[in-house]
């Protein structure tokens, strides 16, 4: 039985990891400090003699003996990583540094959730792994990016240099049941005002796009990149190519919502990237993997979830 170290295991895509992990019959280890993640998230599985939780912070170091690391502890959606940039940063690098100095001592390959605000506002549409970015350093989103970039950084030297077997993953936008109802992203977003009959809030005149990845489809991505040979490092794109200008997306979800909110224009961020799009050319040859859950079919299931909670 393989004993599995996930940092914000209790967030949303980390405890959508740690059932499918317990599911695959691991050891669970989840680590968390619940400034975005939830008790309730995982409450499930406490009892189960499979699953552990710890409350710890990253940035400080843990001393624990697991055979694989998910690295997933980053507030990740921009209200809550902008709440405290100052912290948002030392997750990401002392984060980094802590558990791939865990990975080093008890030699376990080690994941890195990275994201696609690597790649910034892009110049480059759809975006490879092999594109630079085009990421702002002093910006208000500088925090999340240059973390997660500084992150990366960190992983591909303690590969060279200390031969780590490392897994770094970038994942674009994602959606499903146990999003934070207030945590600002845009699927939460429009999901709470719809049910609840308030305004939809587009920024900007809502042409920017983005592409939505359906929870499961990444956690099958995670599973099996982790499953590579030692030497297949990534970085590799996870996400779903589909790509929806806000407009779109709200008025699909008004539709599936049954909804009457009206539409009202808010000023668009500084530094919002224009569009996004994977390009998991990669991904499709070397791990086999593509999403399979369409927009709708994901947004039904995460509307029938926020039905539930609110
Ligand atoms: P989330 O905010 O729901 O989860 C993050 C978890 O990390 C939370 O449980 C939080 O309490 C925990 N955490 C934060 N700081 C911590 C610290 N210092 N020590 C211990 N735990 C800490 O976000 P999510 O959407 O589940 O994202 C998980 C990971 O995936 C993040 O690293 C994020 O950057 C990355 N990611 C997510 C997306 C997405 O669309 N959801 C896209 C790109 C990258
Ligand atoms: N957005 C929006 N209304 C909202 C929340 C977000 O129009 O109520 C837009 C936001 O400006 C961005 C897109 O939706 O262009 C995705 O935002 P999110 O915060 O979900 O993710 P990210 O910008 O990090 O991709």
Redesign the pocket.
């Known amino acids: 039985m393989k004993r599995i170290l996930v940092?914000?295991?209790?967030?949303?895509?980390?405890?959508h990891l740690c059932d499918r992990l317990i599911k695959d019959g691991c050891d669970v280890l989840c680590?968390?400090?619940?400034?975005?993640?939830?008790k309730t998230?995982i409450a499930h599985l406490i009892g189960n003699p499979y699953f552990e939780l710890m409350r710890?912070?990253?940035?400080f170091p843990l001393y624990v003996e697991v055979d694989q690391i998910y690295?997933?502890?980053?507030?990740?959606?921009p209200v809550?990583y902008q709440f405290d940039p100052v912290?948002t940063t030392?997750?990401?690098v002392h984060?980094a540094i802590n558990m791939l100095g865990l990975a080093k001592r008890i030699k376990a390959r080690i994941f890195q959730?990275?994201?696609?605000?690597v790649y910034g506002d892009p110049v480059m549409h759809p975006q490879p792994e092999s594109y630079w970015g085009n990421v702002n350093s002093i910006g208000p989103r500088s925090c999340?990016d240059e973390g997660?970039r500084c992150a990366e950084t960190l992983f591909f030297d303690y590969y060279r240099q200390h031969n780590l077997d490392i897994k770094v993953a970038?994942?674009?936008?994602?959606?499903g049941p146990?999003?934070?109802p207030n945590?600002g992203?845009v699927v939460s977003n429009f999901i709470v005002q719809a049910l609840k009959g308030n305004d939809i809030t587009i920024y900007g005149d809502g042409s920017q796009t983005r592409s939505f990845?359906y929870v499961d489809d990444l956690i099958e991505g995670f599973i099996r990149i982790m499953k590579t040979e030692a030497g297949f490092t990534g970085p590799i794109n996870l996400g779903n190519p589909s790509e929806f200008s806000m407009l779109e997306l709200a008025e699909t979800i008004l539709r599936l919502a049954k909804s009457n909110s009206k539409l009202v224009y808010q000023p668009l961020p500084q530094d919002d990237p224009r569009q996004r799009q994977p390009d998991i050319a990669l991904a499709t040859s070397s791990l086999g993997w593509t999403p399979h859950v369409n927009l709708e079919d994901g947004l039904k299931e995460t509307i029938d979830y926020f039905r539930q909670i609110l």
């Open positions: 940092t914000g295991g209790a967030g949303f895509l980390g405890s680590v968390d400090n619940f400034f975005t993640g939830s998230n710890h912070d990253v940035t690295n997933l502890a980053c507030p990740a959606s809550h912290q030392k997750t990401s984060g959730a990275s994201t696609s605000e999340y997660k970038r994942i674009f936008n994602t959606y146990r999003m934070h945590d992203r990845c």
